[in-house]
């Protein structure tokens, strides 16, 4: 069983710049594949930006491409989201979620572990 908790949500202005972090319990952390989601009030759940076992490999959905940088230190299992350019519509709840695989996917039901979840909200 692994165990996710998100940290480093909280309130900023719009052009402003949030670090979150994602501690994973575990000693098989390095393996995996590791993914940000987000969901909107109302909204689905999105996938934001992924990074395989290695961190060798990213993928960003388009609405942060050139804003967002993922990247991970498997010695301190932990994964980070790196989100500057920050935009009202940015406002979500962010989740983090692991993935035994360490190939990194866009889908969220091919994850199988995730965490709480941090609220982010970009005032304007």
């Known amino acids: 069983q692994v165990q996710l908790v998100e940290s480093g949500g909280g309130l900023v202005q719009a052009g402003g710049s949030l670090r979150l972090s994602c501690a994973a319990s575990g000693r098989t952390f390095s393996s995996y594949a590791m993914g940000w989601f987000r969901q909107a009030p109302r909204k689905e759940r999105d996938f934001i930006a992924a990074i395989t076992w290695s961190g060798g490999n990213t993928y960003y959905a388009d609405s942060v491409k050139g804003r967002f940088t993922i990247s991970r230190d498997n010695a301190k299992n932990t994964v980070y989201l790196q989100m500057n350019s920050l935009k009202p519509e940015d406002t979500a709840v962010y989740y983090c979620?692991?993935?035994?695989?360490?190939?990194?996917?866009?889908?969220?039901?091919?994850?199988?572990?995730w965490g709480q979840g941090t609220q982010v909200t970009v005032s304007s």
């Open positions: 979620a692991a993935r035994v695989s360490g190939l990194a996917v866009v889908t969220s039901a091919l994850y199988d572990y």
